[in-house]
């Protein structure tokens, strides 16, 4: 069972959506115009909708009389960044992108919703959820905390990335871990200031903060297993305003990645203890701020299985990947994933062309994939909410 014919009928219609959404950007909890137009879709396709959770949230329920419920989930926020491409859809918000293919989600997720709204070939609950601010935000645990699961109850809820890198026509799906953990620090390393001439006079933070970039490497395999993917990356390094002043301070910040709880609990305390003890040695100070951000994406077993057969039926067995390598990029599907069982695909969007890979500024979601995930959306709901299940 390829691409469902209904669903090919309406590709075009799904293009200039999701181009209508690429160009119109909006950003964590900012997602206005798309709320409105997703809430505007559903409505006219005959669906319930409910408005406001996480503020920008949108909600649609279709019911097709007596049975168990699904949830499926698409993400509707942009990048803070400048899309360098330069075609009819370019954003026309300044320093907005959806870099991120979630304008792709979106309207692969409406998609789906119409043709189950016309078909209505299940006995059950669909709950359509449209959340804000997948990017840094985590407007997914926004969403739970705002009683997503208790005003929709869901047996099982369900969610999709697309993925360059991996062919056109191809889905990524196993149990357990897809996607990493995601944490944040910050460094602020005291010394005392001095002439750039005489480092003697001063305690140096420049010379300490790089010695602690190093040693935070060794956390990896020093402290935790090898065998558990881990990484710490300082991605800043501020300090210092002219060339011949020590400064006092410098800050460091950066993000951590781990899949298991035990490792997600060591780097903490290990990050600590070697930015102490490092700027101790030199009789300087650290101080460390540590925020756990997003917890593992970790499919369950009997979901995963469904989604793997739901694949296989639309983009056939040999393009499903049962064995895909867990990404360390984070998502905040896991806190859907942490209240409900469920599962999380990538679906191939063929290469990325000169390194325009996700978070790029020249990436764009590819349209000839929105038949084949909003195909995988209404195969999945019929299948879990079968005649007479
Ligand atoms: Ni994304």
Same mark, same amino acid.
């Given at each position: 069972m390829p691409v469902i014919n209904r669903i090919a009928d309406f590709h075009d219609d799904m293009t200039a959506w999701r181009r209508d959404i690429h160009q119109h950007p909006e950003t964590a909890f900012e997602e206005h115009r798309t709320s409105d137009t997703v809430a505007r879709r559903l409505e006219e396709f005959g669906i319930e909708v409910h408005r406001g959770l996480a503020g920008t949230g949108v909600v649609g329920i279709l019911r097709s009389g007596e049975g168990p419920s699904i949830g499926l989930r698409a993400d509707m926020d942009a990048l803070h960044l400048d899309e360098l491409n330069e075609f009819d859809?370019? *954003?026309?918000?300044?320093?907005?992108?959806h870099a991120c293919g979630h304008d792709g989600h979106t309207t692969m997720l409406l998609g789906a919703a119409r043709y189950l709204a016309e078909t209505?070939?299940? +006995?059950g609950t669909v709950h359509f959820i449209f959340q804000p %601010?997948?990017?840094?935000? %985590?407007g997914g645990r926004v969403m739970v905390e705002d009683g997503l699961f208790e005003k929709f109850p869901v047996e099982a809820v369900y969610g999709m990335h697309n993925w360059p890198g991996q062919s056109v026509g191809t889905i990524a799906v196993s149990e357990g871990p897809m996607m990493a953990a995601f944490d944040l620090f910050e460094l602020t390393v005291t010394g005392r200031g001095a002439h750039g001439a005489m480092p003697h006079l001063g305690i140096d933070p420049v010379v300490v903060g790089a010695e602690i970039v190093g040693a935070l +490497?060794?956390? %990896? *395999?020093?402290?935790?297993? %090898? +065998?558990d993917a881990i990484v710490v990356t300082v991605t800043k390094f501020h300090g210092g305003d002219t060339w011949n002043v020590i400064p006092d301070q410098v800050v460091l910040g950066g993000t951590t990645r781990s899949f298991r709880p035990q490792v997600q609990d060591a780097i903490e305390p290990a990050i600590r203890r070697i930015a102490e003890g490092v700027a101790a040695a030199h009789g300087a100070t650290a101080e460390l701020r540590y925020e756990r951000r997003y917890p593992p994406t970790v499919n369950n077993a009997r979901e995963a299985e469904i989604a793997a057969n739901v694949a296989a039926e639309i983009v056939g067995e040999t393009n499903v990947d049962h064995h895909p390598v867990p990404s360390m990029g984070s998502e905040d599907f896991s806190f859907m994933l942490q209240e409900r069982p469920g599962c999380y695909v990538w679906l191939g969007n063929g290469p990325g062309k000169a390194?325009?890979?996700?978070?790029?500024?020249n990436y764009d979601f590819n349209d000839e994939i929105l038949p084949i995930g909003a195909s995988y959306w209404v195969r999945l709901v019929e299948n879990v909410l079968s005649q007479g299940a």
């Open positions: 859809h370019k *954003s026309v918000n300044d320093g907005r992108m209505g070939n299940f +006995q %601010a997948e990017e840094n935000e %985590a +490497q060794t956390i %990896a *395999s020093r402290v935790t297993d %090898a +065998q390194g325009c890979m996700l978070h790029n500024p």
